[in-house]
């Protein structure tokens, strides 16, 4: 392995942000890797790119003494676009059992092309229904001796625990505040942004990313804690800061919605290049609703926050039972948004019964 391709490598590694013992077993186990992993941890903490690497490691260490092949297998793993590296996520809130038998354990047992490993990834694995746990359970126990299945998940559900204990376990931890920080001082955010930003990300990195980026979110922020103060009680004030709001949040998606058109320009290119089949379009497009739709909901849960800890600290201070009451109207808005709401009527209703604040 030259210095040159160890110098990538190295640095593949270290774009995984904030997960130092993740990382240490993982380059352990791209020596001589086991059959089956399961990531565990939050969403936006690093699992689907550390996979990536993962995989690159592994595929590119077949070709040792060819610098440029081994730079080629990393690239290619790290871009999702190796012919050996696929990576599945189910299209809708679930990962169905006929999908599963009919997609992914062909896939591995399909022959590699690029050299004798085949690498599967299932991202969101904690959808997966017991029935569909069941059909995979096989596989992972018993799959191809050139195969290795990667599971990415948020949790581990009672019915997942059979395939669990088949898996090696790798933990990916929330992202702290410091590594967080560490990231944004890295691409010249000050403290004061940084902070607000961490808050806004909610600790997921890849809405961390897309809020850099984000060219309106000092005006979304400095809305949301002005908001208290510019409420009068009245319905009309309520109605013009949610379209106020509403016109801010719609603006906040255009640098996903670049992100998204990137990735299918890149589609485009390889189902010219290798054909269309196992192209993954589907998925893609249903991932890139999926991310729209938590953007907004991400959006309006940082905003609530912020105004409970407004509410919370005038309560602190000796409110009476209208702080008590917002609070609670917080908190069950908050609540609200994951029952995918009508967002115009709840804010509205939520913003004509907040009393004001000075």
């Known amino acids: 392995m030259t210095a040159d391709f160890q110098t990538a490598l190295s640095q593949a590694w270290a774009s995984i942000v904030g997960q130092v013992d993740a990382v240490?077993?993982?380059?352990?186990?791209?020596?001589?890797?086991?059959?089956?992993?399961?990531?565990?941890?939050?969403?936006?903490?690093?699992?689907?790119?550390?996979?990536?690497?993962?995989?690159?490691?592994?595929?590119?260490?077949?070709?040792?003494?060819?610098?440029?092949?081994?730079?080629?297998?990393?690239?290619?793993?790290l871009e999702e676009n190796h012919a050996d590296v696929e990576v599945h996520e189910p299209e809708g809130a679930s990962i169905p059992v006929g999908y599963v038998r009919e997609s992914v354990i062909p896939s591995v047992f399909r022959k590699p092309v690029e050299g004798p490993r085949?690498?599967?990834?299932?991202?969101?694995?904690?959808?997966?229904?017991?029935?569909?746990?069941?059909?995979?359970?096989?596989?992972?126990?018993?799959?191809?001796?050139?195969?290795?299945?990667?599971?990415?998940?948020?949790?581990?559900?009672?019915?997942?625990?059979?395939?669990?204990?088949?898996?090696?376990?790798?933990?990916?931890?929330?992202?702290?505040?410091?590594?967080?920080?560490?990231?944004?001082?890295?691409?010249?955010?000050?403290?004061?942004?940084?902070?607000?930003?961490?808050?806004?990300?909610?600790?997921?990195?890849?809405?961390?990313?897309?809020?850099?980026?984000?060219?309106?979110?000092?005006?979304?922020?400095?809305?949301?804690?002005?908001?208290?103060?510019?409420?009068?009680g009245t319905g009309a004030t309520a109605g013009s800061l949610v379209r106020e709001l509403a016109a801010l949040v719609d603006a906040a998606s255009e640098p996903l919605k670049q992100r998204h058109g990137v990735e299918l320009e890149e589609l485009d290119a390889r189902e010219e290049m290798f054909g269309t089949r196992g192209s993954g379009r589907s998925g893609i497009d249903a991932r890139h609703k999926r991310e729209l739709r938590k953007l907004r909901t991400d959006e309006l849960q940082f905003g609530l926050r912020m105004l409970a800890k407004r509410y919370g600290s005038e309560l602190a201070g000796g409110g009476g039972p209208a702080m008590i009451d917002a609070v609670d109207r917080l908190r069950d808005a908050n609540a609200a948004l994951v029952r995918n709401p009508n967002e115009t009527l709840l804010l509205h209703n939520l913003f004509w019964n907040l009393p004001p604040l000075d």
């Open 24 to 77: 240490a077993a993982l380059q352990q186990w791209s020596a001589d890797p086991l059959h089956a992993f399961m990531f565990v941890g939050p969403a936006g903490t690093g699992k689907r790119h550390a996979a990536r690497v993962f995989a690159g490691a592994i595929q590119s260490q077949l070709h040792a003494g060819d610098e440029g092949e081994q730079r080629r297998q990393l690239h290619l793993a």
């Open 118 to 232: 085949r690498i599967v990834v299932i991202d969101r694995f904690q959808t997966a229904t017991d029935n569909t746990a069941g059909a995979l359970l096989k596989t992972v126990e018993e799959p191809a001796p050139n195969a290795i299945i990667i599971l990415l998940t948020e949790t581990i559900p009672d019915h997942h625990v059979a395939i669990a204990s088949r898996c090696s376990r790798i933990d990916f931890p929330p992202l702290s505040e410091s590594a967080l920080s560490s990231w944004l001082g890295d691409r010249g955010i000050a403290d004061g942004a940084a902070a607000e930003m961490i808050e806004a990300s909610g600790g997921d990195l890849r809405r961390l990313e897309l809020l850099v980026t984000d060219e309106g979110f000092a005006a979304r922020a400095a809305l949301w804690n002005g908001l208290p103060s510019t409420l009068d």
